[in-house]
T-cell receptor, first 110, second 116 residues
Framework: KQEVTQIPAALSVPEGENLVLNCSFT??????LQWFRQDPGKGLTSLLL?????REQTSGRLNASLDKSSGRSTLYIAASQPGDSATYLC?????????FGQGTRLTINP | EPEVTQTPSHQVTQMGQEVILRCVPI?????FYWYRQILGQKVEFLVS????????KSEIFDDQFSVERPDGSNFTLKIRSTKLEDSAMYFC??????????????FGPGTRLTVL
């Protein structure tokens, strides 16, 4: 059974800093891994999908890496802004379903 | 940009009542999903649906739950007799069918279900 852990649970940094969010998963038999953003009381916005055959995927200030064999993914956010404040969720996908971590609650202070 | 839509945004019901949550997936997508998130907890998979049948379901998805694609555009989740513990945000998602399972899942905004 896939278990997903995200560290840290919460992170508060000043605006402009670069930061790294970590995700680990127990079952390396995945097809892809998605990173999502969730604002309080809102839905899930897909940020990046990284396929199991890829090592990295970039979108703007976001860069996700994947080491499938060790069961780890990181989300790097460059030059953080107050608008980046949200909860970030990682979710590896097996044959069908996504399995979500608890998320990292990120606060960017102006 | 195409998006997944869900109605209603908020549903309040009495314990024991039936509810139907509705979703309109992205038009060329053929895999459909329901997930739920109890307040303060992880997002949990409920069921996946493809080619008019359930392809996978979780242990949460018991006989009280059912899914249906009643026409070419809607995808519904029915809870026959709601319990207090069914209170959660319910998310619908859809995915294209490709040669592999590499495609991204797109999520709707969710329906907040409150059972009193």
């Amino acid at each position: 059974k896939q278990e997903v852990t995200q560290i840290p649970a919460a992170l508060s940094v000043p605006e402009g800093e670069n930061l790294v969010l970590n995700c680990s998963f127990t079952d390396s038999a995945i097809y892809n891994l998605q990173w999502f953003r969730q604002d309080p009381g809102k839905g899930l916005t897909s940020l990046l999908l990284i396929q199991s055959s890829q090592r990295e995927q970039t979108s703007g200030r976001l860069n996700a890496s994947l080491d499938k064999s060790s069961g780890r993914s990181t989300l790097y956010i460059a030059a953080s802004q107050p608008g980046d404040s949200a909860t970030y969720l990682c979710a590896p996908q097996g044959a069908q379903k996504l399995v979500f971590g608890q998320g990292t609650r990120l606060t960017i202070n102006p | 940009e195409p998006e997944v839509t869900q109605t209603p945004s908020h549903q309040v019901t009495q314990m024991g009542q039936e509810v139907i949550l509705r979703c309109v997936p992205i038009s060329n997508h053929l895999y459909f999903y329901w997930y739920r998130q109890i307040l303060g907890q992880k997002v949990e998979f409920l069921v996946s649906f493809y080619n008019n049948e359930i392809s996978e379901k979780s242990e949460i998805f018991d006989d009280q739950f059912s899914v249906e694609r009643p026409d070419g555009s809607n995808f519904t989740l029915k809870i026959r007799s709601t319990k207090l513990e069914d209170s959660a945000m319910y998310f619908c998602a859809s995915r294209e069918v490709g040669a592999t399972s590499y495609n991204e899942q797109f999520f709707g905004p969710g329906t907040r279900l409150t059972v009193l």
